[in-house]
């Protein structure tokens, strides 16, 4: 993998980290029958006025330069030599990609189409895909401290396994004798205590990036703080297919225009104990942990690796009832954030629970090998376990003063 890493002008200062793996394989949108649809209006649609506020609402956060979809699709001339392929596939309801079990919560990120919208993309290729008059959309940023949308760009998205973006606060002792805008490994470091910070930290965080993420853009009133002179630390996984390459990686910001009423902090449920035997095809994985603090309840958003089947998140009540959050049948290549439609608030000591399964066995298709007992690793061919979630705070309260309190279980990390 190449050393060559890009250090964005929107912020002053990147600390880069950069971590080995295995081969990723970029999912591809395949060839699959065709059902014409009723064309109710006597005009077809148009690429510019019909078609590109559906692609651009609900595919261009992955199908565009840089990004998991495997072609973009921001353009005319890029569309429209997928037209039928687009038509046949959210027919068929394979894109946009969600995975989510419609039984169990409503969530605002939801990108499944509509019937007029899979109607109009239908009718648009079956009339050969025509483009109309284009349509320019400006956008405005302001510049400040709290951010309201952000996004991380592989510019080498094949090779990224994933991208964690942590904000670093000017008084944060944690990794200040690394090197400032370059890459390094934790192997590179000579104090053993660093060494091992720069796998583990209470750093909030801005932004996870897996395969399959779409930018965190948060309503307003609710934003991210950023201290003034903070620096943002990035963790680069990213992942070999024994071909020489380079990655530019970029941070894009919108800042809100009037300070927010909530914060955002992403907390963690993690189980780094887990050992998946050889062979296992429905391995649990399960862990608990409670709020220090009353919170509101925005994202949830699961990870793991190859041998990821289904995760679950869920609030377990006093009297021991579960009440299911979310329920996802899990795709490595598509790992996507599940917002909540209507914020739940949540009082302190709610008990939180992630449970995960596993398949180990021959009939995994990801699997890099069934014979393996696996265990917790950064490797593409090891796992990990970790549901991440996005809560609102007030805006006065950092995360370090959310965390106070009597006790603090272990499972639920800073």
């Known amino acids: 993998m190449g050393s060559d890493v890009g250090v964005p002008a929107l912020v002053n200062k990147f600390v880069m980290l950069g971590m080995a793996g295995i081969s990723l394989v970029v999912a591809a949108m395949c060839q699959i029958p065709r059902v014409k ?11 510019y006025k019909d078609v590109l506020p559906i692609l651009q609402d609900r595919c261009q956060s992955c199908h565009r330069s840089g990004a998991s979809g495997p072609m973009p699709l921001v353009t005319y001339e890029q569309s429209r030599p997928w037209a039928k392929k687009i038509a046949a596939a959210v027919q068929m309801k394979i894109m946009p990609p969600w995975f989510a079990d419609p039984r169990f919560g409503h969530f605002a990120n939801d990108p499944s189409l509509s ?26 940023f302001t510049e400040d401290k709290w951010v309201q949308m952000v996004e991380v760009k592989p510019s080498s998205a094949a090779h990224v396994h994933h991208a964690v973006v942590y904000i670093r606060p000017p008084d944060s002792p944690w990794l200040r004798h690394a090197p400032v805008g370059e890459a390094f490994t934790a192997s590179m470091l000579k104090d053993p205590e660093e060494r091992q910070q720069a796998h583990e930290t209470t750093s909030d965080l801005l932004l996870v990036y897996a395969p399959g993420s779409a930018p965190d853009r948060w ?30 990686t970029s941070v894009g910001l ?14 963690q449920l993690n189980n780094h104990a887990l050992v998946i035997p050889p062979g296992a095809d429905d391995f ?50 598509w790992q996507l954030s599940y917002k909540l439609a209507e914020p739940r608030s949540l009082k302190a000591g709610t008990k939180l629970r992630a449970v995960a399964w596993y398949d180990n066995s021959k009939n995994n298709p990801h699997n890099p090998d069934p ?18 979630f996005d ?18 279980p272990a499972d639920v990390k800073r």
């Open 37 to 47: 649809a009723v064309q109710a209006n006597s005009s077809p649609p148009t690429f």
């Open 115 to 140: 019937t007029d919208q899979i109607a109009t993309l239908t009718a648009w290729a079956d009339a050969g895909a025509p483009s109309g008059d284009p349509v320019e959309v400006p956008t405005h």
């Open 219 to 248: 309503a307003d009133g609710i934003a991210k703080f950023v201290p003034a002179g903070s620096d943002l630390v990035l963790q680069m996984h990213y992942t070999t297919d024994g071909e020489a390459a380079s990655d530019e």
């Open 254 to 267: 919108v800042f809100a225009k009037t300070p927010p009423k909530q914060r955002v902090i992403t907390l």
């Open 284 to 333: 649990r994985v399960e862990v608990q942990g409670t709020l220090p603090n009353e919170a509101t309840l925005l994202s949830l958003f699961p990870h793991m690796h190859l041998r990821g089947k289904r995760f679950e998140y869920d609030i377990v009540h006093d009297d021991g009832s579960v009440e299911p959050l979310l329920r996802v049948n899990y795709h490595f290549h």
């Open 371 to 388: 014979e393996k007992t696996v265990t917790w690793g950064d490797q593409t061919s090891q796992e990990m376990m970790v549901g991440f």
């Open 391 to 408: 809560v609102a705070v007030p805006a006065g309260m950092d995360k370090w003063n959310f965390f106070v309190r009597h006790s603090e």
